[in-house]
């Protein structure tokens, strides 16, 4: 995992420090700025626009008792989308609109549940869940603090 990470934060930013020379030496210099510039500010006004479409999703699923799991997963990408908007890169920003704009994301969405089911049904992840306090159920028995989900009972999501 270690070597991954260090291979991003080598990697990204030298692809963008050459395309941002490439595209420089064609364009100009003031251009390419102004064009990081205005995907920087452009991405966040959508991604303040989506995240906030997200966020009214979340209130109205959760209002109706129902687990707003895909939303909270397009919240996640709109908040990764928005920070690799922030950076400045040709690279970092087409990620970024791949993440916040709302076809692309859904595909992303989608990944992101098949990859997460893959650990949840190889028992690499453990669900746990915390009691409000006053709950009317008695603490001495520590199993009331989880709950035990069978990967084998998980069905595939198809949307």
Do not use: C, W
Not at 31 to 52: D, F, N, P, R, S
Not at 53 to 69: A, C, D, Y
Not at 125 to 137: I, M
């Amino acid at each position: 995992m270690f070597f991954k990470l260090l291979l991003l934060f080598v990697l990204v930013p030298l692809i963008e420090l050459f395309l941002l020379l490439e595209i420089s030496s064609y364009i100009g210099v003031f251009t390419t700025i102004m064009i990081i510039v205005l995907t920087g500010v452009i991405g966040t006004i959508i991604a303040k626009m989506q995240g906030y479409m997200v966020i009214n999703n979340i209130r109205r699923k959760l209002n109706s008792g129902q687990m707003p799991t895909d939303d909270l997963i397009s919240a996640l990408l709109i908040l990764m989308g928005g920070v690799t908007l922030l950076t400045p890169g040709f690279l970092t920003d087409i990620t970024g609109f791949l993440l916040i704009l709302p076809g692309s994301r859904d595909l992303i969405a989608a990944l992101v549940k098949k990859y997460f089911l893959k650990y949840v049904k190889e028992k690499k992840v453990d669900f746990h869940y915390k009691r409000e306090r006053g709950s009317n159920h008695s603490s001495n028995n520590s199993q009331d603090d989880y709950i035990d989900i069978d990967p084998d009972d998980i069905e595939d999501v198809k949307e």
